[in-house]
């Protein structure tokens, strides 16, 4: 894909049946915008619909908006859920650390690179380790103290931070305290873990010690939506690596810190570029 | 995809333009019959327009070879390629083979499996070496003798194999000739090749010593369409493998075989599913 | 490795102590045999010592049998387990399947190519799928009917000829029934699984279902010793495969099945090439 | 391995012959030290011997220095190159930079890490680009102007530079300058570069264009020792990543240097820890 040769995402799922795909090309057609990548997936199984529209609307005679309100139409007769995005977009995004900073880093790193459409509002953290980094970064750092407020006005705290900065996606890099349920359907599809394990293998604590114990061969990460239902939320993406015998627990760990970042930093670009769409417990992921 | 979900598959190449996508949508939704899978590719720097669909024409109204003719009206407006592939079908294929035996079970044990939907309507050898296992598979094995009637009176020999069991699809299953221009023009985009290293490296002979030699960490198989133009034609698929400095040749050897058997049979599968569309030096693969 | 540079396989394990690697480099140096390879390793936690090493043993002036009877001596004075194997060799195995072919048709081949060192005794099937893939191989197939005789009679059937063969290796290359303790136990360290799923993801029945229900993004097989705690002996090795959600049950066993070929035919491998010691519930694996 | 198991490395090279790992072993545990790791490669083709051992001296009665200097005696009997590196140790490190950061930034991070045990005495540019990363992270950046003084003045600057600082390792790191043969020559076996492709494909200019052009299906990167023959030094570490027809140019850049990055960071990770050992155009490479 050349860069900007599209200025708008759309993202249609519905119940399946004969004559979706013409119907939504149509729609673009007729209104004057190119169709620049259409991606498509027909569950046949649960009989439903999800899809993926790239489109430039450059050469289009009736504006965004009217393309947009226009398709409630459509999207009304065919059942559907939709949602555009307009381009160039940077989603509000705040990241929520806790020591360690290889995720984090990774993050700030893909995102002064370009690679990354995201406005970080501020990092989080309920230790003070990541601070540096941040504000060397030019960033803000909000310190939240779970050990004296406990932990619910913590979690309070966080969740002003939150609304005031009107953040769109929270991203879980490394964040060692489980979301409160509020806080989980608040950003539902819109919050974003990143769990060192292979999932659903190792749930729970340590799992790099489990993984040691079990003597697997590979180790993974999982990237994953948050849920209130811990650890099983629809996976976005997961990366593994290869160890052996001798390695210790501490080798697993770091080697394990690669297989983190590669599957934050994929599972964070793919929601940002609306290549996901939730389905119960799994996601649908046009990855590129 | 469920089993026999669709069949039909639609190939269509053309220059890229606006509304393709709704064009071609519409002139299967106007038949009745269900588009189950589009898949499509704008290649914006050469402004070309390749796709693939899976097609439902169980509830069309019309039959299928009006649905194959018809389409030629919307093809010339759009100065299409295209081709349509009626299932089930089985592609008629002859394998070439010399001494490594590898490829050639690799390609009947998926063909056997039901994974490859091929008729091997025989396998020609310039060695007695593969007779055995062709034959216990039932098959027919064709020994053509490079040394006592020369290089070109064996290639005439092949040709009329060929020909004569009207074959659509030839495959080099570590077939140690290089195949004269003739043959490469007549099964241009039907020959496919397996060759054991990482290419563009390592072209020529003893790929395994060439990378033993020069120290790599990852040796590899490619699997291309046979062009005149030795080891150059269109790469449908790659696969590598890591080694070390304590490989020896008889290793890389061994482990290449791996990659061999893997590519060769991906390629096969992409060809004869028709999710590839050569496109000058390249291919586009739709794989899955 | 240059084929056939070392007659000899000997694997140490005992407890850790300085000056091991030195008393048995000196104990085979004393001998004239040449030590063309020593891999070791010390694991600092539990303070244990594993080692195997290739033994040259064709210019020492003791036989082999000298060489290891006096080791005892040594073996004692360190509190080690200890296993001599003298090459060539072919370990007796047999073969266990029910219904997919795929698994032993992988063995079959690869013994044939030489790549293992293994000679099959008998392949025994709980169904007759199998038979003709054996049969032409020229080998002998054994049904034992489940139903008919009940289990525990067919059981004692399959240890019957497991014992009468004298076999040394028992593979289960998708054999669908739970093995009882008795031939757990007899077999222990000698008895091979392998498991369509990434353990310890997915215990239990239709792991490619469960895998599908999750939505993970990459499917598994994994190799182990079998032990009468059901799928959760000594992993051996493990092998991935990226999925989408575009793949159905029916594509993830289609995949997973080469992930199972790969994962077992390298389990095998580096059983009889003495390249494994079990260790309690991991198995310590010097790969090659 | 625990952190700090041992403090002494030792490396030796020799012409291979009966006795080495014996004799080697022997020495170490003769002066009290414990031998926590002995890995050994005997290149059975060309007759040479290669090992790397982990030494605990913590209850060693002689000094270390003893220890260093006694092996010369044993060194020299079995005409050996061998190096001794005590624990804990940083190598002094200067890395070479151009526009792009992404290689940079992971060597920062992994070294504030802890995973990368070098001092970084300074980061050069023929560009200012870096300069604000480097700053930000407390390091000295020195900017040299090719442009301005001529080729061959701006790498006596940088000579200057190297030899002030006392480097003892130069990591190009997507440094776009070709390195003199003079340099190439003062750090022979010191100097690691980044080449952004999987060579020996794609040597020279634009390799992710190159790639694009032949359609290859998997792109890749390689960290090699510095020779003043162009691309052709030992290589260490090479990585891979699958690419598709729909990838442009501009993508295979991005994935690249993910390629890049993991590539040059177990590179140079290697050669710090001494995993590395030249031996002509190959290097053996004890990865761990």
């Given at each position: 894909m050349a860069k900007n040769a599209y200025d708008l995402i759309l993202k249609v799922s519905c119940p399946d049946s004969p004559g979706l795909v013409s119907k939504i090309a149509n729609y673009i057609a007729s209104h004057n915008a190119n169709l620049i990548e259409f991606t498509q997936f027909a569950d046949s199984v649960n009989r439903k619909f999800f899809s993926r529209l790239e489109i430039d609307t450059?050469?289009?005679?009736?504006?965004v908006d009217e393309l947009k309100e226009g398709f409630s139409v459509l999207g009304k007769s065919i059942q559907a859920n939709w949602h555009f995005r307009q381009l160039p977009h940077k989603t509000k995004t705040a990241i929520l650390v806790t020591k360690t900073s290889h995720c984090l880093n990774e993050i700030l790193w893909r995102t002064q690179e370009g690679e990354l459409p995201i406005e970080i509002t501020s990092v989080i953290g309920n230790?003070?380790?990541?601070r540096e980094l941040v504000e060397r970064a030019g960033l803000v750092f909000h310190y939240v103290d779970f050990k004296e407020q406990g932990k619910q006005d913590a979690f309070n705290e966080i969740s002003s931070i939150l609304n005031a900065e009107e953040v769109n996606l929270v991203v879980l890099?490394?964040?060692?305290q489980i979301m409160p349920e509020a806080l989980c359907s608040q950003y539902e599809g819109r919050m974003i873990n990143i769990h060192?394990?292979?999932?659903?293998?190792?749930?729970?604590?340590?799992p790099y010690r489990q993984a040691y114990n079990r003597g697997v061969k590979l180790i993974g990460a999982t990237c994953h939506y948050v849920t209130s239902d811990l650890d099983a939320g629809p996976i976005i993406e997961q990366q593994v690596h290869r160890v052996n015998h001798f390695h210790s627990v501490h080798d697993l760990t770091r080697m394990g810190r690669d297989c983190e970042r590669a599957a934050l930093a994929k599972g964070i670009r793919y929601h940002v570029y609306d290549r996901t769409i939730i389905d119960g417990r799994r996601a649908i992921v046009f990855s590129d």
């Open positions: 450059s050469e289009s005679k009736v504006s230790r003070e380790d990541c890099a490394r964040f060692m060192h394990s292979f999932l659903p293998a190792f749930i729970g604590a340590n």
